[in-house]
């Protein structure tokens, strides 16, 4: 069955209150008595449509809506609220379209034109914003006067959905005065732009085509087997432009090149028309435009994300000193312009990560050189934060993984500043070394490398493999390190006394946990004992409940299944651990328990193949309070345990906000805009009684099984870890928990509109 399509279904029984269609599947839908035909029969066909009523049931109707599932169309507007407007689709419900969904101001009684989809809850939604959905292929030809509906009014054109089914735009140029939305014209999509000297377009002797052809429908054709066209880059395997090619309903490309606009066009890879020259430039004029639309028989998600081209196109920046990137989105109703230019290079990005937290010395150290054919620049200063935070790129692409590079790094790091330390007598002759780990408390560094011939371990470029960079970082960070040490003994000074103070808490770590493992071989109940453990020894099929609270706790000990659930309540909130060194984390009870429980152990004795539970699940109040310890907990895991993130095992439960009676039947909404869906459903009235739950402890045992731990009805978000915005991540952590305020109001500032269902 097919939810928002018209569909053949036949009757598999018959009831008082309607019948049951059925596909065959061992699904089912229920058709309400009003809407069944005369003479209708167990086996008969019915063609019906299928939809959810407010309690998430699939219902059949005879009716034909106005819109079905991925079509366009205009609807009336009936009413309109603070999440958004409900329009008529021709049933006996409304369908909403978000507040999010919006093209302008929208009015009782307009008629707007929507795309309709289905949305993350399975709900029909619609959408005012159309231009992604509407087709680019369409019949019209250079010159074809055409009829369209004006969608969008922006600086860079008009935006228009042609015959309601064909999108285009009316550049600025074309100079309309007083447009608004509800006009008639013309044809376009995204465009992304470069001056540079524009693909070559002369014959490619070898495959007989374009060197254009080549490079977008063949793959390894690219500059790295080209024999030297570059020295150092990246993404030079001939594979981006290709597969962006293949997966894009439509690609067209144009070159300005030698007084010559050539055009070609492309659609899911295959040539539609060939190359050719269609209109002439000035001399200056050069570069190549690529203008495309990604499949949406293959992406789900067709949106390019703005903060993931703004964590890049900066990081881009940083790493090409000079380099001049401007970054415009003009999609929303304000436009969106950032410029990154920064002439320091990675001595102003490590500045910019070390923005949010207190530097212990004012300079930068910096080292440059070229060893083995391989160029260095390394960036670094400690703050005094307690996590180092190590970024390295090859050829100005982000390895997440490090490689050769990052050990060369670290190797001379520790090398370095233990000779110093033992020279200047800050360490004792029978004293230990300085650990690694010991000096880069509070690091925040950057490690670049450009190596001609980059051997990476995958595709994906995670992790550099080349040992000529190895010796190359290892050899000029400890010479020119060095040499910094020696002039700056201040600085020297302070680095060494915090890696000094690292080394005596961690010593103070390491026999809190040595303590701790000697209890647990000694001790056959080594797990903590507010734990209400699960029964199964399976851990892909258990999970664990990090609940706030004792009366919480109470409450989910019944609910459980107590053979795949285990509950570990906590005690007011955990240690901030991005304000603590790691004696103090080993130290405090609620990480302890949560360490133990878990069976993982943390930092360099982490392994997840002891993890004992698939899913660990953050269960708090939907207040102020449960987020402040949802953060405190996302932190800890971040810093400590991040593997269990970008293994997909950290998720956050979503207990509902409000609970609704009426008539003896009972719904639950987990936003303002569900609420409002399920009032819509049932009529608004006195009768009506709305609980707004601001705690777990308000639900008893049924209820919190029913609405946030049944594996079969709950709503769970899963914590995603994502390498391309490291750096941005971390930045996020350290403005919410570190020491500095300022900072921490700016993101509040910032991000308040975003807020929703608020408690204070």
Not at 482 to 501: H, R, S
Not at 564 to 582: D, S, Y
Not at 690 to 715: F, N, S
């Amino acid at each position: 069955m097919e939810l928002g399509k018209i569909q053949n279904l036949k009757v598999d029984r018959k009831k008082d209150f309607g019948v049951y269609l059925t596909d065959g599947s061992g699904e089912d839908v229920l058709l309400p008595m009003k809407e069944v035909p005369k003479n209708c029969e167990v086996g008969s066909e019915i063609e019906v449509f299928i939809y959810r009523d407010s309690k998430d049931r699939l219902i059949a109707t005879t009716r034909r809506p106005k819109l079905l599932v991925g079509e366009t169309g205009r609807l009336l507007v009936k009413s309109t609220t603070g999440i958004g407007a409900f329009l008529d689709i021709g049933l006996e419900r409304d369908v909403l379209l978000p507040f999010k969904e919006t093209v302008g101001k929208v009015k009782e009684g307009d008629e707007i034109l929507v795309y309709l989809y289905e949305d993350k809850s399975h709900r029909l939604a619609a959408s005012a914003k159309v231009y992604s959905h509407l087709s680019a292929k369409s019949p019209y030809k250079k010159d074809d006067e055409v009829a369209g509906t004006v969608i969008e009014v922006k600086k860079m054109g008009i935006f228009v959905a042609v015959d309601d089914k064909y999108n285009g735009m009316i550049p600025p140029n074309e100079n309309f005065e007083n447009v608004k939305v509800g006009d008639r014209l013309d044809l376009r999509v995204i465009r992304v732009r470069d001056d540079g000297r524009g693909i070559p377009v002369d014959i490619q002797k070898k495959a007989g085509k374009s060197a254009l052809e080549v490079v977008f429908t063949i793959l390894h054709a690219g500059g790295k087997f080209g024999g030297g066209g570059y020295k150092v880059s990246g993404g030079l395997h001939g594979v981006g432009a290709s597969v962006v090619n293949a997966l894009s309903k439509s690609l067209s490309v144009r070159v300005y090149k030698d007084k010559k606009v050539y055009n070609m066009e492309f659609e899911k890879g295959n040539v539609i028309k060939e190359l050719s020259v269609i209109d002439s430039c000035d001399d200056e004029e050069h570069g190549t435009e690529v203008v495309f639309l990604p499949d949406d028989s293959i992406f789900e998600v067709k949106e390019f994300d703005y903060e993931t081209l703004k964590t890049r196109l900066r990081e881009t920046a940083f790493l090409t000193k000079g380099l001049k990137i401007i970054l415009r989105d003009l999609r929303g109703e304000e436009a969106l312009s950032e410029e990154f230019h920064y002439e320091g290079g990675i001595k102003e990005f490590i500045e910019y990560l070390n923005g949010n937290k207190s530097a212990v010395y004012d300079k930068v150290i910096y080292c440059e050189g070229i060893k083995e054919r391989v160029q260095v620049e390394v960036a670094m200063q400690h703050n005094d934060g307690y996590s180092d935070s190590i970024y390295t790129f090859v050829n100005n692409i982000n390895t997440p993984e490090g490689g050769t590079h990052l050990t060369g790094f670290k190797n001379a790091v520790t090398k370095t500043f233990n000779d110093y330390a033992r020279k200047n007598k800050f360490l004792k002759d029978s004293e230990e070394n300085l650990s690694g780990e010991d000096i880069r408390e509070g690091l925040t560094a950057i490690v670049s490398v450009k190596v001609e011939n980059p051997q990476f371990e995958g595709q994906t470029k995670q992790k550099l493999g080349n040992s000529e960079a190895q010796l190359a970082v290892n050899s000029i960070v400890s010479e020119q390190m060095t040499y910094f040490l020696e002039q700056n003994p201040g600085i020297a000074k302070v680095i060494c006394d915090k890696a000094l103070m690292a080394q005596r808490a961690r010593a103070a770590a390491r026999k809190a946990r040595d303590l701790t493992r000697r209890k647990s071989a000694l001790d056959s109940i080594s797990l903590p004992g507010k734990l209400a453990d699960c029964s199964s020894k399976n851990p892909k099929e258990c999970e664990i409940f990090i609940v706030e609270g004792d009366s919480a706790g109470g409450s989910a000990k019944t609910a459980r299944r107590r053979d795949t659930q285990a509950i570990l309540p906590l005690r007011g909130k955990i240690l901030n651990v991005e304000k603590a060194r790691l004696d103090r984390v080993y130290g405090n009870s609620e990480i302890k328990s949560m360490i133990t429980a878990f069976g993982t152990g943390i930092h360099e004795d982490f392994d997840i193949e002891k993890l004992r539970y698939d899913k660990i699940i953050i269960m708090t109040d939907a207040d102020v309070d449960g987020a402040h310890i949802e953060t405190l907990m996302l932190t800890f895991i971040y810093r400590f345990m991040p593997e269990l993130i970008k293994e997909g095992h950290v998720y956050l439960a979503q207990p509902p906000l409000y609970k609704l009676e009426k008539n003896k039947k009972t719904w639950y909404a987990y936003s303002d805009e569900e609420l409002n869906n399920i009032l819509s459903e049932v009529g608004r009235d006195q009768n009506n009684k709305i609980q707004r739950y601001k705690g777990l402890g308000e639900m008893d045992a049924e209820q919190l099984w029913e609405t946030t731990m049944d594996p079969e009805r709950r709503v769970l978000l899963k914590v995603v870890y994502d390498e391309e915005r490291k750096t941005d991540i971390d930045l996020t952590f350290t403005t919410l928990m570190g020491d500095e305020v300022e900072p921490r109001r700016a993101f509040i500032e910032k991000n308040a509109k975003y807020v929703k269902n608020l408690d204070i």
